[in-house]
């Protein structure tokens, strides 16, 4: 079910899915014509596509501002959910990077990286995917300085929290970004008057208040936020963190019926700009 969108008080004006100005040659039409095409892809796997009611994929990145012209870097893709719908609708007139880990880093980060290349090397559905190197101490070298019109991630920020580098990757997210390109984070939420789960990662939940401050640290201005992904059932304190709820199910049998009820996380929808010089 499609929900509202609720834009942050701060924007100039309605459009929080505006483009920037210098990527706006598609419209949003083009956009969600693509969007359309690429989730009801037969590529996608019946598993995929039951996730899609928690994800709304569709609107989460029209609330990006994603238009099909555009060069579009995706942040840790991990199985590459996204990358098979940003691939397809990107093919014809835009640019899919894939921020991937650094295949020097051990030879299990070359074999991921090689595997993900392989499931989407078929240029006729996915067009040319490009993956680039990105870790700790490289991030900035995923792209030219100035040359991205869109840099999204997906439930990543709590992993780079725990590996200490997530304030490295919002200055990378910045100087890969054009002026005027917009950053688009859909992140597991924690509630602001809780504190936040222990370990380095925080139980997956981050608050919106620390990925705000991460964001603007780096440059970057809060253009809109959205309640697109959040499911209220979420309290945000399992015993195995996000990962008790599904997909993962790491409690596997235990609780299992009580937790498919629940659905996947609460997360919040974000989207920042860097701004026009």
Do not use: C
Request: aromatic share 8%; charged share 25%.
């Amino acid at each position: 079910m499609i929900r509202a969108f609720l834009v942050a008080a701060v924007l100039a004006a309605p459009a929080a899915a505006a483009a920037p100005a210098q990527a706006a040659r598609a419209t949003e039409a083009e956009a969600a014509a693509a969007l359309d095409a690429a989730i009801a892809g037969p590529w996608r796997s019946e598993a995929n596509r039951a996730r899609d009611r928690y994800r709304h994929p569709k609107e989460t990145l029209l609330f990006f501002g994603f238009r099909p012209d555009m060069t579009v870097v995706e942040i840790m893709p991990g199985g590459g959910w996204y990358t098979e719908i940003l691939a397809p609708a990107l093919r014809e007139r835009g640019q899919y990077v894939a921020a991937h880990n650094n295949p020097n880093a051990s030879p299990g980060a070359a074999k991921a990286r090689a595997d993900f290349l392989e499931r989407f090397g078929d240029e006729s559905v996915y067009g040319r995917v490009t993956a680039t190197n990105f870790g700790k101490g490289i991030m900035a070298s995923m792209a030219a300085p100035n040359s991205v019109d869109m840099v999204v991630t997906f439930r990543s920020i709590h992993g780079l929290l725990g590996a200490g580098s997530a304030e490295e990757a919002f200055r990378a997210f910045y100087t890969v970004l054009k002026p005027g390109g917009r950053l688009g984070i859909e992140q597991h939420r924690q509630r602001e008057d809780r504190p936040n789960l222990p370990g380095a990662n925080q139980g997956g939940y981050v608050k919106e208040s620390q990925v705000i401050a991460l964001a603007e640290a780096a440059g970057f201005r809060l253009v809109g936020r959205s309640e697109i992904n959040a499911n209220p059932k979420d309290s945000a304190d399992w015993p195995d963190g996000v990962w008790t709820l599904p997909p993962t199910l790491a409690l596997k049998d235990k609780d299992r019926e009580r937790y498919l009820a629940i659905g996947e996380s609460d997360r919040m929808t974000l989207v920042f700009e860097k701004p026009a010089r």
